[in-house]
């Protein structure tokens, strides 16, 4: 199924996000307004603003803020653009950090690190860009359905892209029955 966009719909847009959380919904809440009056079904933009939170918020907790704010002043820059074959290309700069972007494997109790893997999961491509000036951009592709293979690359299926170390063997426990595992509480 391809995406078809209305004509009207707007090419592009790009906004400042204030460096930490109090943004994030501000942009989120753009992005659904600007792709929605441009006729860009809902799937699609369900999934591109979920991208957009865990791209900000990545931004927000490892990176820096653009320009010569040294912490949490300055501003990330958030973009987006639908092109001619209808992909959904959204973009999150900011003033780069310690690490690159790279998916982890979270253990199961860890409250964080899967937001690339979703992302992973979500999209049909995405990627780094690093500038001169020391900005790093994550960017996404989103595009409704079956990825356009004649649009441009794509990204092998998400289990073949995303392994995750083997999890320590449990020990079975001893067999009781349901009921049984009460009679120890009187």
């Known amino acids: 199924m391809a995406l078809v966009v209305a004509q009207e719909v707007p090419t592009s847009s790009s906004m400042a996000v204030p460096h930490g959380p109090a943004g994030v919904g501000q942009a989120r809440h753009r992005m659904r307004e600007h792709l929605r009056t441009g006729g860009v079904p809902d799937t699609v933009i369900d999934d591109a603003v979920l991208i957009l939170s865990e791209l900000l918020s ?34 999150v700069t900011d003033g780069g950090g310690p690490t690159r972007p790279a998916p982890a494997t979270p253990s199961i109790t860890a409250h964080g690190g899967r937001g690339l893997n979703i992302i992973t999961a979500l999209a049909d491509d995405w990627g780094v860009r690093d500038d001169a000036r020391g900005e790093v951009t994550v960017w996404v592709v989103v595009h409704e359905g079956r990825p356009d293979r004649e649009a441009g690359p794509v990204r092998e299926p998400f289990p073949t892209r995303v392994t995750s170390r083997s999890a320590p063997r449990i020990p079975q426990m001893p067999s009781r029955g349901f009921a049984d595992a009460f009679d120890d509480l009187d």
């Open 58 to 91: 990545n931004a927000c907790k490892h990176g820096r803020p653009l320009g010569d704010a040294l912490s949490g002043d300055g501003d990330v820059r958030a973009a987006w653009r639908v092109d001619r074959g209808g992909r959904l290309t959204v973009e």
